[in-house]
């Protein structure tokens, strides 16, 4: 059970936007930066958002961050087919002195 | 290019230890802190540990604690991850990940592509 909350599946329509949520504390998500990963089936996860809201060279202007408060979220918007991945989100947890992960969203193309 | 290239998993018996490596290219290693990060067989992602590019302040999650060792050869640019009495709930694919820069701004940048651990007798 992670200290990070995200609902375990989200699903849009191609074209849709789709936001995916991510729920912490004042340890973690409210003082921290907050990191975002997209992930295939059987490869490696791949950083998709660092502190907050920017985005790593060559990763599509459709993925967007945002933080407020305990909570971050990924939006995506313009989906399409090859976006269905599972995606989690990392930050730092002042309490438990460590890094924390959510616990997973697997987003559904419809 | 950056490269991170873990080995080292395998098969171990329940108590059992084994050393993962992370070789690292493409990048100063001194320069960089790198984690760990597993994800059991269908499960989601873990962090595990962390090893600072420089000084002594390592972290690791509590769910492994007093059962790693990590350390640093940067004469071959690797890091290691020393794991002892091994449970079956260790049993995951680990990753290593470097960490962007140093006041955290950018983490988890690059991942390596991960070494299996299983834990069974």
């Known amino acids: 059970q992670s200290v990070l909350t995200q609902p375990p599946s989200a699903s849009g329509a191609p074209g849709q936007r789709v936001s995916i949520s991510c729920s912490g504390g004042s340890s973690n998500v409210k003082g921290n930066y907050v990191y975002w990963f997209q992930q295939f089936p059987g490869t490696a996860p791949k950083l998709l958002i660092y502190a907050n809201s920017q985005r790593p060279s060559g990763v599509p202007d459709r993925f967007s961050g945002s933080k407020s408060g305990t909570s971050a979220s990924l939006a995506i918007s313009g989906l399409r087919s090859e976006d269905e991945a599972d995606y989690y989100c990392a930050t730092w947890d002042d309490s438990l002195n460590g890094w924390v992960i959510g616990g997973g969203t697997k987003l559904i193309v419809l | 290019q950056v490269q991170l290239v873990e080995s080292g998993g395998g098969v171990v018996q329940p108590g059992g230890s084994v050393r993962l490596s992370c070789v690292v290219s493409?990048?100063?290693?001194?320069?960089?802190?790198l984690h760990w990060v597993r994800q059991a067989p269908g499960k989601g992602l873990e962090w595990v540990a962390f090893?600072?590019?420089?000084?002594?302040?390592?972290y690791h999650a509590d769910t492994v604690e007093g059962r790693i060792t990590i350390s640093r050869d940067n004469a071959r640019n690797t890091m290691y991850l020393q794991m002892y009495g091994l449970r079956v709930e260790d049993s995951a694919v680990y990753y290593c990940?470097?960490?962007?820069?140093?006041?955290?701004?950018?983490?988890?940048?690059?991942w390596g592509q991960g070494t299996l651990v299983t834990v069974s007798s």
């Open positions: 090893s600072p590019h420089v000084g002594s302040n390592k």
């Open positions: 493409g990048f100063t290693f001194t320069s960089y802190g």
């Open positions: 990940v470097r960490r962007g820069d140093n006041s955290g701004w950018n983490d988890f940048d690059y």
